[in-house]
């Protein structure tokens, strides 16, 4: 699949041209968002696309400029939902959604959809945690121990699952193949999966991942057209998605923060922009092409 880099962002022009995706899948997706906003859904994840990659994920907010590009531009459309491995309440507050005028017609989806935040209730509806995120975080510290876990590595709580990060590492990458196998047993002993990131390992319930949260949220909404952004392999489930979608005849725009940490992503991409900064350039410029 062709690749398109957009030009460098322009915060003081946002009625730049948009960028031209590089397929004509791609292309037919942006069209039908142009045509037909009030039955367009935007789905973005939140880390690395929404907001910068930070060592210390507790510290990661969304760009500065998020908000105000997401309160223009969804009124202006079906729905906008933010899907996350976080916890949905996490998301909402390192992002800032909650309160926004504009945002309205914000959901968060967090866990990978397992949890949904609705803007317009400023509620959250969950089902019950699964049994063995309990007995992984108990075995976890000691496994990690018996393997020899390089220093800098460390364990982040997510409620409903839990993560194992590598980039403090000496060398991060090298502990992050060094974990995956003793990780990935660890999870299938208790009924879980393991979800592979940008240097973290993530051990949570099988069953829901962002393909399957996108989905779901498009039949709700009765969506006839998409745009989804990501950086992470995570993603991938969601790009497969909208494939499937636009197999079935609904158009649909594949958008990647540019990471040179996944390569895959970009490859399966009709558009790449330049990291969280690029993504909030094309929704602040995709607002101002709907006025």
């Given at each position: 699949?062709?690749?398109?880099?957009?030009?460098?962002?322009?915060?003081?022009?946002?009625?730049?041209?948009?960028?031209?995706?590089?397929?004509?899948?791609?292309?037919?997706?942006?069209?039908?968002l142009l045509a037909r906003p009030r039955t367009a859904v935007i789905g973005l994840d939140f880390d690395g696309t929404l907001a910068p990659i930070v060592a210390?994920?507790?510290?990661?907010?969304?760009?500065?400029?998020?908000?105000?590009?997401?309160?223009?531009?969804?009124p202006k459309v079906a729905s906008v939902?933010?899907?996350?491995?976080?916890?949905?309440?996490?998301?909402v507050r390192n992002g800032g959604f909650a309160g926004v005028p504009g945002l309205e017609h914000l959901t968060v989806l967090g866990h990978?959809?397992?949890e949904r935040w609705d803007a317009a209730t400023g509620t959250i509806t969950a089902p019950?945690?699964?049994?063995?995120?309990?007995?992984?975080?108990?075995?976890?510290?000691?496994?990690?121990?018996?393997?020899?876990?390089?220093?800098g590595t460390w364990i982040e709580e997510k409620g409903r699952a839990v993560a194992v990060h590598t980039r403090r590492a000496e060398d991060p990458q090298a502990a992050f193949e060094a974990l995956r196998e003793p990780l990935t047993e660890l999870a299938t002993r208790h009924g879980l999966i393991v979800e592979p990131g940008r240097m973290v390992l993530?051990?949570?319930?099988?069953?829901?991942?962002?393909?399957?949260?996108?989905?779901?949220?498009?039949?709700?909404?009765?969506?006839?057209?998409?745009?989804?952004?990501?950086d992470d392999l995570g993603d991938l489930p969601a790009f497969a998605a909208v494939d499937k979608l636009r197999a079935d005849r609904v158009p649909g725009l594949l958008v990647c923060s540019g990471s040179s940490e996944v390569t895959e992503l970009?490859?399966?991409?009709?558009?790449?922009?330049?990291?969280p900064a690029g993504v909030v350039d094309l929704l602040r410029r995709l607002a101002a092409q709907l006025d």
């Open positions: 699949m062709g690749i398109h880099t957009t030009d460098s962002p322009d915060p003081a022009n946002p009625t730049k041209p948009l960028p031209t995706p590089a397929t004509p899948a791609g292309r037919d997706g942006l069209a039908a210390d994920p507790e510290q990661a907010r969304a760009h500065p400029e998020a908000v105000p590009a997401l309160a223009a531009l969804a939902a933010v899907i996350t491995g976080r916890p949905a309440d996490v998301a990978y959809g397992a019950p945690p699964h049994p063995g995120v309990a007995e992984v975080r108990a075995e976890l510290p000691g496994l990690l121990e018996r393997a020899g876990a390089w220093q993530e051990l949570r319930p099988p069953g829901m991942d962002k393909g399957v949260a996108l989905s779901d949220h498009l039949r709700r909404t009765g969506a006839e057209s998409v745009l989804y952004a990501g970009a490859a399966r991409a009709d558009l790449v922009v330049d990291g």
